[in-house]
């Protein structure tokens, strides 16, 4: 017998017995819509940890701080991140520009920190100010939604975060910020502004926070507004005011000296920050500069945990949907073995008119899998069908259940998945087919006519 022979009557078998046939595809159906479905809820969870801390900051960011001086809390924070490394350095000039040259850095930058109040008018706003190189911060893929970018050059600039516009208030009739507010009262690109490290300026009782005995006179710097920068509300923007670098640092060497306090210009600069251009490449980069003794954090350490709970999940989870196609591949060995002692005779006089022993066993591995290869086609548009509506109607309940992850997709099904599937399947159904199979061919011709 020719292949399309042999695939015709492997056809007509499985249509002549419908019941047994039917039964046995939907236990694959079953295993392979679990498996799919399973495996899809684990790719989901992975996705929506990443836009989850996509929301809290950028991806691609390294931060570094002086082990030396000028990290503070963060710094203690972060020294189980860099492996309890007590080698003392200094994140001066010559490191960032040895870090600059790790493969994978497509910029960085020091960071000076400054809590400042900043004056339009009537209002004002305490603000965080970072201190930025301005010829790196393009690098950075900030975005604008008005205005430009910190430029080399500039000196009493402000590119203000896309919430710090809403956060002026008037001191004279209210205690603070509303932070819910979200629309803006004071255009920071046109009105004029004044920055100070007074935290009392504009307010109408003005007493030292140092000491209040003593009244502190601080410099006030009239700044220009050039830019808001774009969303999204993310803590790595949203909520901070960039500066030149050689700007802060002038602006906390004044306030030192009006609260008459030692400024150390030898410890290095506080932080800095790396931007890694590809997402895969920011953990070497921060091995790399863990190496040289620095300490570094970024969302990417989060992830990593994160990927790897979801991870385990989806072994579970597949797990239960393989048990579900283990039980389908006995189905299937069961259906075989009873189709061949239903048809001792057919194969005894398939044997007498001269069949050979390798069609006849194809002939029954090719109705295992066509079973298998059915019931997966079945079970990949089920799964379509169930990941579809995981994604609409039950994703926020979804959500909810798993750990309240905020995501557009609860059920992610990667192109490779449904066919992988369905090839397992297939594979399933001719393994489960095997030894039924050769049971056929090696029945003796006579003995199967004699016994029907």
């Known amino acids: 017998m020719n292949s399309r022979d042999i695939l015709e009557l492997s056809v007509r078998n499985?249509?002549?017995?419908?019941?047994?046939?039917?039964?046995?595809?939907?236990?694959?159906?079953?295993?392979?819509?679990?498996?799919?479905?399973?495996?899809?809820?684990?790719?989901?969870?992975?996705?929506?940890?990443?836009?989850?801390?996509?929301?809290?900051?950028?991806?691609?960011?390294?931060?570094?701080?002086?082990?030396?001086?000028?990290?503070?809390?963060?710094?203690?924070?972060?020294?189980?991140?860099?492996?309890?490394?007590?080698?003392?350095?200094?994140?001066?000039?010559?490191?960032?520009?040895?870090?600059?040259?790790i493969p994978g850095v497509a910029a960085a930058t020091p960071r000076e920190s400054a809590w400042?109040?900043?004056?339009?008018?009537?209002?004002?706003?305490?603000?965080?100010?970072?201190?930025?190189?301005?010829?790196?911060?393009?690098?950075?893929?900030?975005?604008?939604?008005?205005?430009?970018?910190?430029?080399?050059?500039?000196?009493?600039?402000i590119l203000f975060g896309n919430l710090i516009p809403a956060r002026f208030?008037?001191?004279?009739?209210?205690?603070?910020?509303?932070?819910?507010?979200?629309?803006?009262?004071?255009?920071?690109?046109?009105?004029?502004?004044?920055?100070?490290?007074?935290?009392?300026?504009?307010?109408?009782?003005?007493?030292?926070?140092?000491?209040?005995?003593?009244?502190?006179?601080?410099?006030?710097?009239?700044?220009k507004g050039v830019g808001v920068l774009e969303g999204p509300d993310d803590y790595d923007t949203a909520y901070y005011a960039f500066m030149p670098l050689k700007t802060v640092k002038m602006i906390n060497e004044d306030q030192a000296k009006s609260e008459k306090r030692r400024y150390d210009r030898t410890a290095g600069y506080q932080e800095a920050m790396v931007y890694v251009e590809n997402i895969e490449e920011v953990r070497g980069v921060s091995d790399a500069i863990r190496a040289m003794g620095f300490q570094t954090n970024s969302l990417t350490d989060a992830l990593?945990?994160?990927?790897?709970?979801?991870?385990?999940?989806?072994?579970?989870?597949?797990?239960?949907?393989?048990?579900?196609?283990?039980?389908?591949?006995?189905?299937?060995?069961?259906?075989?073995?009873?189709?061949?002692?239903?048809?001792?005779?057919?194969?005894?006089?398939?044997?007498v008119l001269g069949a050979n022993l390798p069609d006849i066993r194809s002939l029954f591995?090719?109705?295992?899998?066509?079973?298998?290869?059915?019931?997966?086609?079945?079970?990949i548009a089920l799964s379509c069908g169930l990941s579809l509506l995981m994604n609409t109607a039950l994703g926020p309940v979804i959500g909810n259940m798993l750990g309240g992850i905020t995501t557009t997709h609860i059920s992610i099904i990667p192109l490779w998945l449904p066919l992988a599937a369905l090839g397992f399947a297939t594979f399933i159904g001719i393994?489960?087919?095997?030894?039924?199979?050769?049971?056929?061919?090696?029945?003796?011709?006579?003995?199967s006519l004699r016994n029907e």
């Open 14 to 101: 499985l249509l002549r017995r419908k019941t047994r046939t039917v039964l046995a595809v939907i236990g694959v159906v079953i295993g392979i819509c679990a498996i799919i479905v399973m495996l899809s809820i684990g790719f989901g969870l992975q996705e929506g940890f990443k836009e989850s801390l996509a929301s809290w900051g950028n991806l691609h960011l390294i931060t570094i701080y002086n082990p030396g001086g000028g990290g503070g809390a963060a710094a203690a924070a972060s020294s189980a991140s860099s492996g309890g490394n007590k080698k003392v350095v200094k994140l001066d000039d010559k490191a960032i520009t040895a870090i600059e040259k």
């Open 431 to 447: 393994v489960s087919g095997y030894s039924p199979a050769r049971r056929a061919m090696n029945l003796s011709a006579l003995e």
């Open 365 to 379: 591995l090719i109705e295992a899998g066509l079973i298998g290869f059915v019931g997966g086609l079945v079970g």
């Open 116 to 157: 400042l109040t900043c004056g339009g008018g009537k209002y004002i706003a305490e603000i965080s100010v970072v201190g930025v190189r301005p010829e790196v911060l393009e690098k950075f893929g900030y975005e604008l939604k008005e205005g430009r970018l910190l430029q080399q050059g500039d000196k009493n600039v």
């Open 169 to 223: 208030y008037n001191p004279k009739k209210s205690w603070g910020s509303n932070y819910d507010s979200t629309e803006a009262v004071v255009d920071v690109l046109t009105d004029k502004m004044v920055v100070t490290a007074d935290y009392n300026y504009g307010k109408p009782q003005r007493a030292s926070t140092v000491n209040p005995t003593e009244k502190i006179v601080y410099k006030e710097y009239k700044f």
């Open 304 to 351: 990593d945990m994160m990927q790897k709970q979801a991870r385990m999940i989806q072994v579970v989870l597949g797990g239960i949907g393989a048990v579900s196609l283990l039980v389908a591949a006995l189905g299937i060995t069961n259906t075989m073995i009873m189709s061949i002692y239903e048809r001792t005779k057919e194969i005894g006089v398939m044997k």
